[in-house]
């Protein structure tokens, strides 16, 4: 009986210190979801310095996906956290009304602690909660700022290739489609004043002219004289139109359609150009073309003329890719992405995707965020593009890739594509470095739990992260781009002198020669 | 990993004197593990057990008709799955980590002769070997839906936390079926008290696996 009582107790006891011992397991810290504006989580950051940076450190902690590759870079985040807290502390000690903190230096500040990140996209608004003023950090802005070519803001014209002075890179047909506002505002202030003459001729044929006739001959040469010396430079002027122009002169009959292509995103250029009787040429400096082709603007007269325009070059540049391969006289295609933000990945199947075979096209790797950890990240799974899935050829001829420091985004990922081809090339210089994929739209936060945070203009802080992690072969690219095949510069000098593109003809050489 | 098992087997057999109150054996079993993680505002994403299989060596010293202690060495798998609910319901891993676990338990008997029952209680050590991944995923930018199979997990010496400790223990019954020979059946649990995640960042976030199994062993008596 002792026996038993023994056994009894030396279990009893063993039991409990294992229970009391199981206690000791710990509990995760409270973390906040910065994805919407929530005031629960954004209160705090409104009122103190501290808790501002309190607030996006996390909130980049928890969503911004290349943590790795920082580390790998030699950035400590938390080491961030503990040498700016105390400048935020200082911050707040500040005399809000005598002393207040400006945004240049707030800026600055923020500029510091931001720059060591890599992400080509990622950029940080911060309400300066002094002032109420908000400014804006772009890491990668401040880094390729540093770069030969990043003053380059515009692709080169063709003008020269126009003439017979290009020789063999003579472009046979030309087609510019670019959406740009001017094209549609001067074309409606045209009509205007052609409808404006044809009201003041007869008026002023009349010798003996009613008070009525001279009042309205006088409206109507008073609308040709402001419509003639409008000038479209700036946004300012675009609302003007917009807002005043447009029905002004509903008075006099006169209407002028407005410009309602509102997302700037869509203001692409587009070019097609025939050059040497067979080297198809197509520039874009976005991938805004589904809109267009799927005729998503059309129900405006304005979206109208930009989706006639736009989808007759893309339709003679891949129609005539199928009769010159067909008839055995393409020479080669050229896919101008210089000066390309980026934009839809599914664009791709309309350009380079377009020559490749239907069913897709893997041009990297991609991870997602699957915890608020650092390092939580999905297995790696393919990033594949979509290529044409209507009948088409596969062009098995060269296609060059020209690309530059202003290739952003979806322009990488067409230079990473063309990497993995036999017959492809890029030629250029260093595109970027940013090319992992994004949402804008904060309601598809919760979708990969990344892409923006906080509501932009309201919420005391404001980032745009990427919603993935693109993985090429050679690893992350970001803050660094992809390096072209044949490193050319933009020869400025021969372009100001002669109007010819060091790049392009580098392309066409390599069409030609193969080399 | 089996020459590991089987440098321990030689290494307990070695060391210790060949009387009565030693046992030798082996241990085969499922177990069901669960992985205790704070989703935070991750609403849609969900962590359920998995099973997994464990197996090993286990040597015991009787210190009287009623207490003992015990070594093992085990292999184990400490499973889980994670998946989304939602518009993103493709995303589904299932997570195969391997340990190799060491406990060291009390070991108390009661009963008759030939069948007894018995409580095991203890700590133990163990080591993360290995982790795959396999499963589906969803990227809507592609509009792909793909299947992965036994991918390495790489281990990241900053984030994983490979050295495991814990608390163990089991209750089952055993039946002696020849002077030299017994067979036990185990209820048993690993308790793990140290995260899988070492404290890498500002943020604590702990993680830690309970695997609940049922193990079968078979016993030498000298």
């Known amino acids: 009986m002792k026996t038993i009582n023994s056994k009894i107790w030396v279990a009893a006891v063993a039991v409990t210190t294992v229970m009391t011992v199981c206690s000791c397991r710990d509990v995760s810290d409270d973390v906040m979801s910065y994805g919407q504006n929530d005031d629960f989580a954004f209160a705090a950051a409104d009122t103190s310095f501290v808790a501002q940076f309190d607030a996006l450190w996390t909130a980049l902690n928890c969503n911004y996906g290349i943590w790795d590759y920082e580390a790998k870079l030699g950035l400590d985040w938390d080491d961030v956290y503990t040498k700016y807290m105390p400048r935020m502390q200082e911050l707040d000690e500040r005399d809000k009304e005598k002393n207040p903190v400006s945004d240049a230096d707030f800026k600055k500040l923020y500029e510091e602690i931001l720059s060591p990140l890599h992400d080509g996209h990622l950029v940080v608004q911060v309400k300066n909660l002094h002032t109420g003023n908000r400014v804006a950090v772009a890491p990668s802005n401040m880094r390729n700022a540093r770069r030969p070519d990043y003053d380059i803001n515009d692709v080169p014209p063709m003008n020269y290739y126009l003439t017979p002075a290009a020789g063999q890179n003579q472009a046979m047909e030309y087609i510019d489609a670019s959406v740009r506002p001017g094209r549609f505002i001067y074309k409606e202030i045209d009509e205007a004043i052609d409808t404006l003459n044809q009201l003041i001729a007869p008026l002023e044929a009349i010798a003996d002219r009613t008070d009525l006739q001279d009042y309205f001959l006088d409206k109507y040469r008073a609308a040709r004289e402001e419509l003639s010396t409008f000038t479209l430079r700036t946004m300012v002027d675009l609302d003007l139109y917009n807002n005043v122009l447009t029905t002004k002169y509903r008075e006099l009959d006169i209407t002028l359609e407005p410009f309602d292509l509102s997302d700037k995103s869509s203001w692409i250029d587009v070019k097609y150009a025939n050059i040497d009787d067979g080297i198809l040429y197509l520039g874009l400096t976005g991938f805004h073309l589904i809109p267009y082709l799927y005729k998503m603007y059309v129900s405006s007269p304005c979206g109208e003329y930009y989706t006639l325009r736009v989808e007759a070059a893309w339709e003679r540049w891949i129609s005539m890719i199928q009769a010159y391969h067909n008839a055995g006289r393409l020479k080669g295609v050229i896919i101008d992405v210089r000066n390309n933000g980026g934009g839809y990945t599914y664009d791709y199947q309309y350009v380079l995707g377009a020559l490749l075979p239907s069913g897709g096209h893997q041009v990297a790797s991609a991870r997602f965020k699957t915890g608020i950890g650092r390092y939580d990240y999905s297995p790696l799974t393919p990033q594949e593009l979509k290529t044409l899935s209507q009948d088409h050829v596969t062009v098995t001829e060269p296609i060059v890739v020209l690309a530059n420091c202003h290739s952003v985004s979806m322009a990488e990922m067409t230079c990473l594509g063309a990497k993995q081809l036999d017959n492809a090339c890029v030629i250029g210089t260093q595109t970027w470095g940013g090319l992992c994929m994004l949402n804008s739209d904060p309601a598809y936060y919760s979708e990969y739990y990344a892409s923006v945070v906080g509501v932009r203009d309201e919420t005391p802080f404001w980032a745009y992260i990427p919603v993935d992690v693109t993985v090429s072969k050679e690893g992350i690219l970001e803050g660094i781009g992809v390096t072209p095949d044949i490193e050319v510069q933009l020869d400025r000098n021969l372009l100001q002198s002669t109007g010819r593109d060091s790049q392009l003809e580098r392309a066409l050489e390599y069409i030609r020669t193969g080399r | ?222």
Request: glycine share 10%.
């Open chain 2, 1 to 222: 990993m089996k020459k590991l098992i089987l440098f321990f087997v030689v290494l307990l057999g070695s060391v210790l004197p060949v009387c009565a109150q030693w046992r030798v054996g082996i241990s085969r079993g499922v177990v069901w593990n669960h992985y205790s993680i704070d989703k935070h505002y991750m609403t849609d994403w969900h962590y359920d057990g998995a099973m997994g299989v464990t197996m090993g060596v286990v040597g015991q010293y009787n210190i009287s008709d009623w207490k003992a202690v015990r070594f093992e060495v085990n292999y184990i798998e400490k499973n889980h799955r994670q998946y989304r609910t939602g518009t993103l319901a493709d995303t589904d891993y299932d997570t195969e980590n391997i340990y190799l676990h060491v406990p060291v338990m009390a070991s108390y008997s009661f009963g008759a002769q030939k069948w007894r029952g018995f409580l095991n209680l203890g700590v133990y050590g163990g080591y993360w070997l290995s982790s795959k991944w396999s499963g589906g995923f969803m990227n809507t930018f592609s509009g792909k839906d793909t299947r992965f199979y036994d991918v390495n997990v790489g281990f990241n010496s900053e984030r994983d936390q490979r050295w495991d400790f814990g608390l163990v223990g089991g209750v089952g019954i055993e039946y002696r079926f020849h002077r030299h020979w017994a067979a036990q059946m185990e209820g048993r649990c690993y308790y793990s008290t140290t995260s899988t995640q070492k404290d890498y960042m500002r943020l604590y976030d702990p993680r830690y696996n309970t695997a609940i199994g049922g193990l079968l062993a078979v016993f030498y008596l000298f």
